[in-house]
């Protein structure tokens, strides 16, 4: 059954939500958690990313870093750390650009930085100095003077926005779509009011219909059973049959024209090689006239001999 954390929205197949299912009820790898604000959570291994919304149609979601719940009523987020999503499942959509995030830089800084300056009030615990999104023409410079840097994907929408990036809380409250990839399709299964579920054990795609779990849907049995075991014993058995039955009709065959070959030899064993001298070859052609070599075969010619086989 669908679950979800005391805030968000239902949380259904391929993702499940530890502890809340069973990990029957959703794919390998997206596996979610409740956060302690009460919100579905990705885990990573450097910051958790909350997941807002699920467009499960159009296989994508929104997240944004977990440390925006941390700081709510303040102007500067607590330190954060790279956003790292597991790459299989997830994937950045064409509009998601990248935040730098620049701290512990040193003085003199050149001036063209100074637009890109975060301005926390006297709340910069993490020493952050600068916030400049990709492809700025002073993120190197950035980079050169400031010995640490955190990279965060964003979406920034027009001109407006990255000039006043600054402003860089904003922009990572509002979070990024991800699109997410699944080999399984659960629409075919849900349109029957099944639920969708894989097995670990098989690593295969079910459909948990009132009769028990199918292959696809919950549709009659004919159209969802596909090539059942029996089938494949059956046909097995068929052919089987058939190749022992031609096998034996070819030994059959063979053995008849090995039983020809030894009655030929033995009513021929007599037959052997003579040896003729010329003169008597000379009465037997009849002297080479136009009929030479009716009724024998010439094999070979020794001296004054000719080997014939008659």
């Not at 997240?63 to 750390?81: D, E």
Request: aromatic share 10%; with cysteine; glycine share 6%.
């Amino acid at each position: 059954m669908p679950r979800n954390c005391s805030n968000g929205r239902n949380i259904k197949f391929p993702f499940h939500i530890e502890v809340l299912q069973e990990s029957y009820c959703g794919y390998p790898g997206f596996h979610l958690k409740c956060g302690k604000h009460g919100y579905p959570m990705i885990n990573s291994t450097e910051n958790d990313s909350i997941v807002e919304n699920i467009s499960y149609p159009g296989r994508s979601l929104r997240v944004y870093n977990a440390a925006v719940l941390s700081n709510l009523n303040g102007r500067c987020l607590p330190p954060i750390r790279n956003t790292t999503l597991p790459i299989r499942e997830f994937q950045n959509v064409n509009t998601v650009t990248s935040l730098y995030l620049l701290s512990n830089c040193i003085e003199p800084l050149p001036k063209d930085l100074s637009r890109y300056k975060v301005d926390c009030q006297g709340e910069n615990r993490d020493n952050l100095d600068f916030a400049i999104l990709d492809k700025e023409e002073n993120l190197q410079k950035g980079l050169e003077n400031c010995e640490k840097h955190v990279v965060e994907p964003v979406e920034v929408h027009g001109d407006k926005e990255r000039n006043a990036v600054g402003e860089y809380e904003e922009i990572l409250r509002r979070g990024f779509e991800l699109n997410y990839w699944s080999s399984s399709d659960c629409s075919i299964c849900e349109s029957d009011g099944s639920r969708c579920g894989f097995n670990t054990t098989t690593s295969k795609f079910r459909c948990f219909c009132p009769d028990g779990p199918r292959f696809q849907s919950c549709g009659p049995r004919r159209a969802d059973a596909g090539v059942s075991p029996v089938s494949i014993v059956l046909f097995s058995i068929i052919l089987f049959a058939f190749n022992k039955r031609k096998h034996m009709r070819n030994l059959k065959g063979q053995t008849q024209n090995d039983k020809d070959i030894e009655l030929f030899l033995k009513n021929n064993e007599n037959l052997e090689t003579r040896r003729y001298n010329y003169s008597d070859f000379k009465k037997m052609t009849n002297s080479f006239n136009d009929n030479l070599g009716d009724g024998a075969l010439l094999v070979c010619i020794e001296e004054s001999y000719l080997t014939i086989v008659l």
